[in-house]
């Protein structure tokens, strides 16, 4: 899976860590989905995308 958590995280200047807090995302689910080993449920990209103020769309692209 090709996302572009990451790179967000680290433009907005957002930790794995801090993430949590407002997802309910573990920070160990986060740094998985993160580097592609596990596929983040829609629930993941909703809380994800909600906390970074972003649309999911944006964050983890739909594959063509």
Do not use: H, Y
């Amino acid at each position: 899976m090709v996302n572009k958590l990451r790179e967000i995280r680290f433009f907005k200047r957002v930790s794995q860590w801090q993430l949590r807090i407002p997802t309910g995302i573990c920070q160990t689910r986060i740094s998985l989905i993160e580097r592609g080993f596990i596929e983040p449920t829609d629930e993941d990209k909703r809380k994800i995308a909600g906390a970074l103020g972003m649309k999911s769309e944006e964050i983890f692209p739909v594959d063509a």
